[in-house]
Structures are given as structure tokens and as C-alpha cells.
């Protein structure tokens, strides 16, 4: 029998779908073309290459809304201090960096992403083009937003709205990587940078991606400079529509709450982040899931989280949202695994594209070991549960990306993990020695 290259079949597994019944079944995923054409059982095996998948689970990859990837060699460098604290030494190492250390640091961030199951990241940096190679090399389907904000209040060289436009124009027709504008928060940026940051994500029908009411203290000193609050701010300028999502949206306004759902503003809710960074409040994410935005998670960065594991962001976003609402179900299991899985994927606008098993969607998954400690019992009716409250990266087994094996037995399948590890360690060396 002739095989064709691009199609193979996995058989026998436990489809977590993430479709719209929100399906387990045990069956089969055929792929051709690095797309999804078979989810169910019995799938045609004709021409495609077998790989049985006795004894593990199928997971739609993770998409991971809000990271700054880059910054993986910065883990540590900013632990027990407040936000405004952890920005000064941020911004201090931000200014001596270079686009050779940024790609070191983005390689090992989308590496432990990779092998913990994400497969999609939205991020925001300088330097974009630098963490494209490193996602293009590794394989991750990565949205690459370059930080804008007012050209007095950078470390950039040059203009960053003018260097955003470059990145997008070099990056706009890859077919992992989009490019797009981050505008960084209202801290930094005036009108006239929110008004042409969104300008620009029109002129390329790209999106635009930014920092929300993340303190209490940065929503203070908003309305103390400007009588308002910075949702209703947005608003207000014309800046807030389609195509964006605000990461944080920590310390909202009921009004705050309705104006971003009205917008239908995506939504990244980055739990440990705001606990590491003592931002006090907790996202309202039910409230605004009823007002219309559409909710996914964020690791945020290493310095900021220590971590860009999802398996581990879903359980902290699960707690959090417990613990502080006092209300045991406030959100499900399965709510919290759609965040990070098919919400995630609407709240960029391409869940028609990725974020559940389903025909036609493209092929980004990965392979979960059911025989693993945290996946016992290996039952149907449990396993969310396990993936959000107690699966272990280890128990990662495999990750596809447009058909491709990117991760094989927890190895990174296109690259050296030493490789990227020796990089990463020589480019940190320089920024903490400092």
C-alpha cells in the first residue's frame, strides 16, 4: 500500500473533543494535510500511516492568551515584590536586551510550552521577530504582538508603531506565525498611541492585544489623570472593537464589565500572575462571560508566574475563582478547561480554526498518558477533572501542530532541548550579572 506522507490515523484513544456536546468518546483521529478529517470511530486507515493509541487521551492543544515568552530567562529574577517594583527591575533589564537573547529566551518559554501541552501563544514583546524564528523552528503557532507604547516612555530603538508595522508586514502571511500591535497599557500610552495602535491592526486586519486594570493602584492614578476609568477611557477615545484582547481585567466597574462585553473583548485571565504580583482583586470572570466577552487563560511571563504550564494555570484559575467567590461551582472543570482550550481560540477569532477535535479543523493536540499517577482513575467520566485539577506535564506524552509531531515521548521533535537550554543559560548570564 502507497502511503501518503501527510496522513496518518490514531486509533483507539479518548477523544476529549472540546466540540460543541463537549464529547468523550473512545475512536479514532485521522489527519491529512495537517488538518482533521475523521474525529470518531472507525476511521479510514487507506493510505495513511497507524499509530495506536491504546491507553491515552486526545487534548486539543492549549492556547495560552497572555505571555511574554521571551522573558523564560528572567524565572526568578523579581520574586516577593509588588507590581510597580517588579516593572523597575523589568524595564532595567528590558533596556540593555538584545534580539539574540530574546530568541534564546523565547525558544526555552515555547519549549516548555510545547512540552507541556500548549500549542497556540499570544504574547507581547519587542523584538517579535526574534520569538517568530524561535516559534517557526520549534513548530508552536504563536500570535506576536510587538509592544507599542509612546516613543518617550520606550527602550526601543527607533519607533515602536513604526516597528510594529515592519513586523507585520514581514510576518503577515506565515502560516504559524501572525503578527500583531500590543498596545502596552494606559501607563504608557496616550490617546493618539491607543487611536493609531488600533489604526494599524485595521490597515492588516490583524488584532490588537494589551494590559487592563491589572492593579488597583494603576486604575487610580488613571481616573486621577484623566477623570475615568481605563475601560471606560477606551471606550470613550473609540478605541475598544473587534479583534482585541485586554489581559489582567483585574479591577473592573460593573459598567467596565458591560462596556467589554458589549465590545465582545476577549478576555485573558492570568490567576497566578495576579496572586504572585499581590494584584489584590481576582478577575470577574463570570460576570464577564455573562456580559458577552469571551474568556481564555494566561501563564503571563516566567518572572511573573515562575511557570507557562496551562495545566497548571487551570487549576490556579480554578481556585482562585473558588476561594475567592466562596462558592465551590462557580466554575466547572469543564468551563475551565474550555478557557484554555476552545475559548482561548474564540477569544483570537479562530475557533473555527482551532481549539476542539472536530472535521476540519486544523491538527494541534497532544497525547495524554491515562497510565500516569495524576490521570488515575483513568475513567471517561473523570478526566477533565484530572486535566484541570491534577495532570503533571510528564504525563504529556506527544503535541501536533498543523499535523506535525513537535513533541515525540517528551522530546522536542525539530530541536536540541541542550541546545536551546546552553543558549538560554549563556543569554541569562548577561542580564542577571547586571
Same mark, same amino acid.
Given at each position: 500500500?502507497?502511503?501518503?506522507?501527510?496522513?496518518?490515523?490514531?486509533?483507539?484513544?479518548?477523544?476529549?473533543?472540546?466540540?460543541?456536546?463537549?464529547?468523550?468518546?473512545?475512536?479514532?483521529?485521522?489527519?491529512?494535510?495537517?488538518?482533521?478529517?475523521?474525529?470518531?470511530?472507525?476511521?479510514?486507515?487507506?493510505?495513511?500511516?497507524?499509530?495506536?493509541?491504546?491507553?491515552?487521551?486526545?487534548?486539543?492543544?492549549?492556547?495560552?492568551?497572555?505571555?511574554?515568552?521571551?522573558?523564560?530567562?528572567?524565572?526568578?529574577?523579581?520574586?516577593?515584590?509588588?507590581?510597580?517594583?517588579?516593572?523597575?527591575?523589568?524595564?532595567?533589564?528590558?533596556?540593555?536586551?538584545?534580539?539574540?537573547?530574546?530568541?534564546?529566551?523565547?525558544?526555552?518559554?515555547?519549549?516548555?510550552?510545547?512540552?507541556?501541552?500548549?500549542?497556540?501563544?499570544?504574547?507581547?514583546?519587542?523584538?517579535?521577530?526574534?520569538?517568530?524564528?524561535?516559534?517557526?523552528?520549534?513548530?508552536?503557532?504563536?500570535?506576536?504582538?510587538?509592544?507599542?507604547?509612546?516613543?518617550?516612555?520606550?527602550?526601543?530603538?527607533?519607533?515602536?508603531?513604526?516597528?510594529?508595522?515592519?513586523?507585520?508586514?514581514?510576518?503577515?502571511?506565515?502560516?504559524?506565525?501572525?503578527?500583531?500591535?500590543?498596545?502596552?497599557?494606559?501607563?504608557?500610552?496616550?490617546?493618539?498611541?491607543?487611536?493609531?495602535?488600533?489604526?494599524?491592526?485595521?490597515?492588516?486586519?490583524?488584532?490588537?492585544?494589551?494590559?487592563?486594570?491589572?492593579?488597583?493602584?494603576?486604575?487610580?492614578?488613571?481616573?486621577?489623570?484623566?477623570?475615568?476609568?481605563?475601560?471606560?477611557?477606551?471606550?470613550?477615545?473609540?478605541?475598544?472593537?473587534?479583534?482585541?484582547?485586554?489581559?489582567?481585567?483585574?479591577?473592573?466597574?460593573?459598567?467596565?464589565?458591560? *462596556?467589554? +462585553?458589549? &465590545?465582545?473583548? @476577549? %478576555?485573558?485571565?492570568?490567576?497566578? =500572575?495576579?496572586? !504572585?504580583?499581590?494584584?489584590?482583586?481576582?478577575?470577574?470572570?463570570?460576570?464577564?462571560?455573562?456580559?458577552?466577552?469571551?474568556?481564555?487563560?494566561?501563564?503571563?511571563?516566567?518572572?511573573?508566574?515562575?511557570?507557562?504550564?496551562?495545566?497548571?494555570?487551570?487549576?490556579?484559575?480554578?481556585?482562585?475563582?473558588?476561594?475567592?467567590?466562596?462558592?465551590?461551582?462557580?466554575?466547572?472543570?469543564?468551563?475551565?478547561?474550555?478557557?484554555?482550550? *476552545?475559548? +482561548?481560540? &474564540?477569544?483570537? @477569532? %479562530?475557533?473555527?480554526?482551532?481549539? =476542539?477535535?472536530? !472535521?476540519?479543523?486544523?491538527?494541534?493536540?497532544?497525547?495524554?498518558?491515562?497510565?500516569?499517577?495524576?490521570?488515575?482513575?483513568?475513567?471517561?467520566?473523570?478526566?477533565?477533572?484530572?486535566?484541570?485539577?491534577?495532570?503533571?506535564?510528564?504525563?504529556?506524552?506527544?503535541?501536533?501542530?498543523?499535523?506535525?509531531?513537535?513533541?515525540?515521548?517528551?522530546?522536542?521533535?525539530?530541536?536540541?532541548?541542550?541546545?536551546?537550554?546552553?543558549?538560554?543559560?549563556?543569554?541569562?548570564?548577561?542580564?542577571?550579572?547586571?
Amino acid at each position: 500500500m502507497k502511503f501518503n506522507n501527510d496522513a496518518f490515523v490514531i486509533k483507539d484513544a479518548l477523544l476529549v473533543t472540546q466540540n460543541a456536546r463537549r464529547q468523550i468518546i473512545k475512536g479514532d483521529v485521522r489527519v491529512e494535510a495537517g488538518r482533521i478529517v475523521h474525529v470518531g470511530p472507525n476511521a479510514n486507515k487507506k493510505g495513511a500511516n497507524v499509530i495506536y493509541g491504546t491507553g491515552y487521551a486526545i487534548i486539543p492543544g492549549f492556547v495560552n492568551l497572555h505571555t511574554h515568552v521571551a522573558m523564560s530567562l528572567l524565572r526568578g529574577i523579581a520574586d516577593d515584590v509588588n507590581l510597580s517594583e517588579f516593572l523597575k527591575i523589568l524595564f532595567a533589564v528590558d533596556s540593555r536586551r538584545k534580539a539574540s537573547d530574546v530568541e534564546a529566551g523565547a525558544a526555552a518559554g515555547i519549549a516548555e510550552m510545547l512540552l507541556s501541552g500548549t500549542t497556540a501563544f499570544l504574547d507581547m514583546y519587542y523584538h517579535e521577530d526574534s520569538v517568530a524564528k524561535a516559534a517557526k523552528e520549534l513548530g508552536s503557532r504563536g500570535f506576536l504582538g510587538w509592544a507599542v507604547l509612546d516613543p518617550d516612555m520606550t527602550t526601543q530603538k527607533g519607533v515602536p508603531l513604526k516597528n510594529a508595522e515592519k513586523f507585520i508586514k514581514q510576518w503577515r502571511n506565515d502560516e504559524l506565525v501572525t503578527p500583531l500591535v500590543a498596545p502596552q497599557g494606559v501607563y504608557v500610552c496616550s490617546k493618539d498611541t491607543w487611536l493609531d495602535a488600533k489604526d494599524l491592526a485595521s490597515k492588516y486586519k490583524t488584532y490588537c492585544h494589551f494590559h487592563l486594570s491589572e492593579t488597583e493602584g494603576e486604575v487610580r492614578e488613571h481616573i486621577r489623570k484623566t477623570g475615568s476609568r481605563p475601560a471606560e477611557w477606551l471606550d470613550a477615545i473609540g478605541f475598544l472593537g473587534p479583534r482585541m484582547v485586554a489581559a489582567h481585567a483585574v479591577w473592573l466597574s460593573k459598567k467596565e464589565i458591560s *462596556i467589554l +462585553g458589549s &465590545r465582545k473583548i @476577549g %478576555i485573558a485571565h492570568c490567576a497566578t =500572575s495576579n496572586m !504572585k504580583l499581590a494584584s489584590g482583586g481576582v478577575c470577574p470572570v463570570s460576570q464577564l462571560m455573562a456580559s458577552g466577552s469571551n474568556i481564555g487563560l494566561g501563564t503571563d511571563s516566567v518572572a511573573s508566574n515562575n511557570s507557562l504550564s496551562m495545566l497548571r494555570e487551570m487549576h490556579m484559575a480554578s481556585l482562585l475563582q473558588k476561594h475567592s467567590s466562596r462558592n465551590a461551582s462557580i466554575l466547572t472543570a469543564q468551563q475551565i478547561l474550555d478557557f484554555a482550550t *476552545i475559548g +482561548g481560540a &474564540r477569544a483570537l @477569532g %479562530i475557533d473555527d480554526e482551532i481549539g =476542539s477535535l472536530e !472535521k476540519g479543523k486544523k491538527a494541534d493536540f497532544s497525547l495524554v498518558r491515562l497510565d500516569h499517577h495524576s490521570m488515575m482513575p483513568a475513567r471517561p467520566s473523570s478526566i477533565v477533572s484530572h486535566i484541570v485539577n491534577s495532570a503533571s506535564e510528564e504525563a504529556i506524552d506527544s503535541v501536533y501542530v498543523n499535523g506535525r509531531k513537535v513533541v515525540d515521548n517528551r522530546k522536542l521533535a525539530s530541536a536540541s532541548w541542550n541546545e536551546i537550554r546552553k543558549k538560554a543559560q549563556i543569554a541569562s548570564e548577561r542580564l542577571w550579572d547586571r
